[in-house]
RNA sequence: UGGGGUGUCGCCAAGCGGUAAGGCACGGGAUUUUGAUUCCCGCAUUCGUAGGUUCAAAUCCUGCCACCCCAG
């Protein structure tokens, strides 16, 4: 019988992910991972919780559950980071880093130490070991909670011995089964925020760690129409927050259109939300899923930002990284987000957008 | 100080005698494993202020106050 360990969150998807196993008659261990110490008011361990989650279900399938601590190499390896990006006017996602530097490095090493032949996790997304000796990651059948996304950092090493159980079910489908077994967090909210971090007001916990600086808000033709609490809180298209109201004879709605880190200045722009639309952008920190790294241009379909729908783009590989020319412009592309590339069903990797090219 | 104009929600802004539109901002929610975007809901018993006319006023009249513009 084979071995799987099941990283494990304390929520439905990861929680039917080891069901799954279990029923496909695999020996399943559950793992819960810790990233993130903090106790709340009452001096809980807001982590708790989930654990408690964790073990209910997997007290309910019979099987072994631990728990490790990887706070440490998180904080290292993926919060400083987030924190040096926010530092540098840019918008990180933690997200895709946890997963390359986390989940599937010292979690997935753990988990194979404990005598597994497979790890696994409750991602909606798939994957294909090939006969040819490649392992080729894949779009979910549910369209609206691919996850791939945030995958597109993970290498072929990293990919070996793993499963994603829930590749083929719609999100009702996996709610449906957890419900019908009963497990404890069947009726779960599904988890938003930073993973391991959660939901929280962002403003007040990034100015624990990042001095901000208060500063001018400028339309691009120079007009001053308010004051920004830091150039940090504000990510190119954001709308909400910026707290600038009506202007005399028009009811457009303020957008991020601009940061000038060097004078501390936010640009934004009322109604016209055209200085918004790029052509292009320099993508960096490459990494392909599959394929050889390309050296000729190339057209595929391309996400900027999670949950936006594919894209036409070109894609011409350069020295340390490849410039992605838009078919049709591209709306708040930004700074720090990952450009993730596909073909057809297939996920091939992406990297860092670093400059946007208007 | 003369002459003119304006004062309606934090910001724009309708209304012009019949019992306070709308937009923005803001708050809440939905969506979402990245602060967004998008969507939904909420948001002035009150119209600078004090009186008066009227069945009825933010809308008419009068005094006062504030601000703006032109004169000087």
Known sequence: MKTVVVGMSGGVDSSVAALLLKEQGYNVIGLFMLNWEENDASGACT???DYADVRRVCSLLDIP???????????????RHFLDEYAAGRTPNPDVLCNREIKFGPFREYALSLGADYIATGHYCGID???????????????????????NQVTQPQLENVLFPLADLPKEEV???????????????????ICFI??????????????????????????????????????IGQRRGV??????????????????????????????ESPLYSKSCLVTGLNWIGIDPPKSPFECTAKLRYRQSEQRVTVMPTEDG????????????????????YDEARCLGGGVIDKVIY
């Open 47 to 49: 982590a708790d919780s």
């Open 65 to 79: 559950y631990f728990s490790v601590n990887f706070a440490k190499e998180y904080s290292e390896r993926v919060f």
């Open 129 to 151: 070991h090939n006969a040819d000796g490649r392992h080729y990651l894949l779009k979910a059948a549910d369209g609206g909670k691919d996850q791939t996304y945030f995958l």
């Open 175 to 193: 709610r449906r089964i957890a419900v019908g077994r009963g497990l404890a967090t069947a009726q779960k909210k599904d988890s938003t925020g």
């Open 198 to 235: 959660g939901e929280r007001n962002f403003r007040k916990f990034l100015m624990e760690y990042l001095p901000a600086q208060s500063g001018k808000i400028l339309t691009l033709d120079g007009e001053e129409v308010g004051e920004h609490v830091g150039l940090m809180h504000y990510t």
């Open 243 to 272: 707290n600038i109201g009506g202007k005399s004879g028009e009811s457009g709605r303020w957008f991020v259109v601009k940061k000038d880190l060097a004078n501390n200045i936010l640009y934004v722009s009322h109604g016209d």
């Open 322 to 341: 490849a410039d992605v020319i838009f078919a049709d412009r591209q709306r708040a592309v930004t700074e720090g987000q990952y450009a993730v590339f």
